[in-house]
């Protein structure tokens, strides 16, 4: 079916990738240097903040923008080396890409969809793999709709099982859940993981929620301004956040009012205590009800702008308002050193 892509090694290797454009007001450097690998059967996920450059990065590698400096390996293969037909022939066999927007072809059903690509790759069972893999997604009562009588998230869903259906060694998604209800982006996270694992697949998924990448990936690259920040597990990268921004992007506070330094600290790492008793203090700017806890803003006394987000659990004897001056602590061992 797909050539073998495998002889050892990563299965891509991006090493010191720059990618510079043109624009109104002069070049723009959109990756300045980027190097990871991946390993066969591996999900990475690429998550950052919006225009950091996690698109452009899954351009790159999908040969679909060369890079300004730098080489991708794809299964050995060096893309810089190859032309647009070897560039062509690689993606067809071997990789899969789900964009952004879903590019589906509107005048086809949501089953022609997935099956038509299969068709034109001679997969004789084209039309059986096809509802299988819309079933796989949860559309199996869609097979007969046209793109514009699917809601955002289902034409999404088909582009998903277009991907999956072809069966590629190295599948790409971008912000593949992204038009999702959180309770489906949640199924469909431990069926994707699932089905990853099943497939021995290898795939790399850019989104900008580190919830959804926690859920599904086997390591993070953190990505910020063109370049990368963090790489590690889901566990280092929330234990350990490499830097102030990672921390931040996670939603720690980073603050120097509790420590010498600067430390990064959850919003359950700081708690409530009696103003009379506390070094630091502050007041409270906002109040969010967060189901198992409620969330505090508080603006700190005496240090400059500093902002942090306490828990207060619901139980808590009185949760204080918007306006009330409160006393912050930080939980012993709780805070993290950043550099
Ligand atoms: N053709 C282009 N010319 C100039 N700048 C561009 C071009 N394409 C993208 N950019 C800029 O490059 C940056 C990175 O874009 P990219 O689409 O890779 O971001 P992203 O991380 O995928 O963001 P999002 O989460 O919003 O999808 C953005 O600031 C964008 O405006
Ligand atoms: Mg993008």
């Known amino acids: 079916m797909t050539t073998p892509l495998h002889s050892g090694g990563p299965l891509v290797v991006l090493h010191e990738i720059h990618v510079t ?54 299964g050995g293969d060096d893309l810089g080396r190859l032309g647009e037909d070897g560039l062509a022939r690689l993606r067809r066999a071997r990789i899969g890409i789900v964009f952004q927007s879903f590019h589906l072809i509107p005048t086809m059903t949501a089953l022609e969809n997935v099956a038509i690509p299969l068709e034109l790759g001679a997969r004789r069972d084209a039309f059986e793999a096809a509802a299988e893999g819309l079933a796989a997604v949860g559309l199996a009562h869609r097979l007969t709709h046209y793109p514009g009588q699917l809601s955002g998230g289902e034409q999404q869903r088909v582009a998903l099982a277009r991907a999956l259906a072809a069966a590629p060694r190295l599948l790409m998604l971008d912000e593949p859940l992204g038009a999702l209800d959180r309770a489906l982006r949640e199924r469909l996270v431990t069926e994707l993981r699932a089905l990853f694992v099943r ?23 953190v990505m910020h301004e063109g370049r990368i920040e963090q790489v590690g597990t889901p566990v280092d990268v929330w234990q350990r956040p490499a830097n102030a921004f990672v921390a931040r992007f996670l939603g720690w506070n980073v603050t120097h009012a509790f420590a010498d330094g600067v430390v990064a600290v959850r919003a359950d790492g700081l708690e409530l205590v009696e103003v009379a008793d506390a070094r630091v203090t502050g007041t409270v700017t906002a109040r969010t ?51």
Request: glycine share 12%; hydrophobic share 45%; charged share 20%.
């Open 21 to 74: 454009l043109g624009s109104a007001a002069g070049p723009v450097n959109i990756l300045r240097g980027i190097s990871f690998e991946v390993g066969a059967g591996e999900t990475v996920s690429i998550v950052g903040p919006s225009g950091s450059g996690k698109s452009t990065l899954l351009m790159v590698l999908g040969g679909l923008e060369r890079p300004s400096a730098g080489r991708v390996e794809i």
């Open 199 to 221: 497939l021995g697949l290898t795939s790399l998924f850019v989104t900008h929620d580190h919830d959804e990448a926690f859920a599904l990936a086997d390591r993070l690259v």
């Open 289 to 339: 009800f967060r189901r198992e806890h409620f969330l505090l803003d508080v603006d700190l006394e005496g240090v400059e702008r500093e902002h942090v987000q306490a828990e207060v659990p619901l139980d808590h004897v009185r949760v204080p308002d918007v306006g009330a001056v409160v006393g912050v602590r930080l939980v012993p061992g709780a805070a993290v050193p950043l550099p």
